[in-house]
């Protein structure tokens, strides 16, 4: 069974710093990454995936998130996190045969203080 | 482009109540997705639909809940009777037919609150 790990309940950063939510994720064969963002009482948007090649993907609002193939990660970065990118991330996998249902993390809340 | 719709956004009822959601995915998507998610956690998948086919419905518990998709298009999710443990935010997703590699569409959910 295919798994996404998020350990982290919550991610504390200051604007105009980097910031890091982990991803760890358990499937068989290779996976389909992604990372969604949910602002509060909306549905989930797409931020970016992983689905093959470089290993730095680069995706909305100036997101990215580096696959690790050895360490089965997806951690999502930015450069220097803004107020506005406070809100709950999910991270969520697939496998790369056959149909597979994308499963989501449980979420990590980031919060960006001014 | 309009993207996905959900209603009603917000439900309460009593507990042995039934309730229907409804959704409408983006135009010229196959697969449309009902998610539940649970205060607190992340989406977890309730059924799956490839046109008018349910293909996954593993996770859907058969006893109270069911769906439709009649004409491909837009779908309804309906619990009937409502329990407690039912509440929760009902979401409804859409995606480009086949494949792994695309991303889903969501809407902006049904929060169902059971009392």
């Known amino acids: 069974a295919q798994s996404v790990a998020q350990p982290e309940d919550q991610v504390n950063v200051a604007e105009g710093n980097p910031l890091t939510v982990k991803c760890t994720y358990s499937v068989s064969g290779n996976p389909y990454l992604f990372w969604y963002v949910q602002y509060p009482n909306r549905g989930l948007q797409f931020l970016l995936k992983?689905?093959?090649?470089?290993?730095l993907v680069k995706g909305s609002y100036g997101f990215e998130a580096e696959f690790n193939k050895s360490q089965t990660s997806f951690h999502l970065k930015k450069p220097s996190a803004l107020v506005s990118d406070s809100a709950l991330y999910f991270c969520a996998v697939r496998a790369f045969s056959g149909y597979s249902t994308l499963t989501f993390g449980k979420g990590t809340m980031l919060l960006v203080s001014p | 482009e309009a993207g996905v719709v959900q209603s009603p956004r917000y439900k309460i009822i009593e507990k042995k109540q039934p309730v229907a959601f409804w959704c409408n995915p983006i135009s010229g998507h196959n697969t449309l997705y009902w998610y539940r998610q649970n205060l607190g956690q992340g989406p977890e998948l309730l059924i799956r639909y490839e046109n008018e086919e349910a293909v996954d419905d593993s996770q859907l518990p058969k006893d109270r809940f069911s769906a439709e998709r009649l004409k491909g298009v837009d779908s309804t999710l309906k619990i009937q009777p409502a329990e407690l443990g039912d509440s929760a935010v009902y979401l409804c997703?859409?995606?480009?037919?086949?494949?792994?590699?695309?991303?889903?569409?969501f809407g902006e959910g049904s929060r169902l609150t059971v009392l």
């Open positions: 997703a859409s995606s480009l037919a086949g494949g792994n590699t695309g991303e889903l569409f």
């Open positions: 992983y689905i093959t090649g470089d290993n």
